[in-house]
């Protein structure tokens, strides 16, 4: 129709729609940019033992330091990434840097334990991903075991039958699964005793408002519950105060993560806290 009237597309945009689109094609080009530019990193965020306060886990989580602006949030340009067809890329990269962080992570005397990586439905959706996975574990030679993989729940529920083929292949390769998120998707709860699924994350917003809301105390609650009798561990994510962490334990939940136990930062970082509690412990 546009040609009809004279060929200018944009006449029929509107200066607020043009000013956005134009906003979305600098977003995007900068993204591209960056990931030609090494802007990526890796941050971690340890999990703990509720039980033994031990560190049980570290989260790998992505970084974008644009070299002309401040960190961009990973919940803003992950959807985009996805949208422009580069998270299966970004995606594979993640997963062998974090291999190749668990290995320099133990090679330092760090007790081994398990990364876990965030997988997008995007990515987990695609016919070769179990054979990514595998080519990831062999070329970085992690144990199957120390590699744990997040998928949120509305990417789960999204094609039941394939998830579950997709989960045994996973299972099968030595590899476990966690919900991420936990509660804020639509889960059909009659799906989940289908999954072969070890964990379950209760969504911090659950946990938030502990203390405050005894909806949400009652929700987070319940999710143990249901957790436990399917034979699946616990993670409560976003522990920011020892209130919420009191909460958590007297639910006995496994772990624990969030700001008030430790906040993502570069390997180095808790590189660093290991060697002290290592020190410190050799005399
Ligand atoms: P997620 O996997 O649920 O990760 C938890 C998010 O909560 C992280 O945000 C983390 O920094 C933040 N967080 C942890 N503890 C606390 C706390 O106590 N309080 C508060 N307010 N926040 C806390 P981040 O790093 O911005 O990541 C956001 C989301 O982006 C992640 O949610 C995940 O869904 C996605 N994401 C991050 N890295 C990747 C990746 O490599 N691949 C994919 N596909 N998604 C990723
Ligand atoms: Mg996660
Ligand atoms: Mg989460
Ligand atoms: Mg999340």
């Known amino acids: 129709q546009a040609k009809e009237h004279g060929g200018n597309t944009y006449q029929f945009f509107s200066k607020e729609m043009n000013e956005r689109a134009l906003d979305r094609l600098n977003f995007e080009s900068r993204l591209l940019r960056g990931l030609e530019n090494r802007e990526f990193h890796l941050h971690y965020q340890p999990k ?126 030595g590899v476990s699964v966690s919900i991420d998120d936990f509660g804020t998707g639509y889960s059909s709860l009659s799906y989940l005793k289908n999954f072969p699924v070890k964990k379950l994350k209760i969504d911090s917003s659950f946990i938030r408002n502990i203390g405050k809301d005894k909806g949400d105390e009652a929700i987070a609650k319940s999710i143990v519950d249901l957790a436990k009798h399917l034979g699946m561990s616990v993670v409560a994510e976003g522990i920011e105060t020892l209130e919420q962490l009191d909460f958590v334990r007297r639910l006995q939940c496994e772990e624990a993560q969030g700001f008030h136990l430790g906040k993502p930062a570069p390997l180095e970082q808790l590189l660093s806290i290991c060697r002290e509690v290592k020190d410190s412990r050799s005399g």
């Open 48 to 173: 703990f033992s509720v039980r033994t306060g031990q560190i049980s886990g570290m989260e790998a989580l992505l970084r974008w330091t644009p070299e002309d602006g401040p960190p961009v949030s990973p919940a803003k340009f992950i959807p985009i990434l996805e949208e422009i067809g580069m998270i299966e890329t970004v995606g594979t990269w993640v997963l062998s840097q974090a291999c190749r962080d668990l290995h320099a992570w133990m090679a330092s005397g760090c007790p081994a334990i398990p990364v876990a990586v965030n997988i997008s439905g995007a990515q987990m959706k695609k016919k070769d991903f179990v054979d990514t996975v595998a080519g990831v574990l062999r070329e970085t030679l992690i144990e199957p075991e120390l590699l744990e993989l997040e998928l949120t729940e509305s990417i789960l529920m999204h094609n039941v039958d394939e998830t579950v083929r997709t989960l045994k292949q996973l299972t099968r390769l």
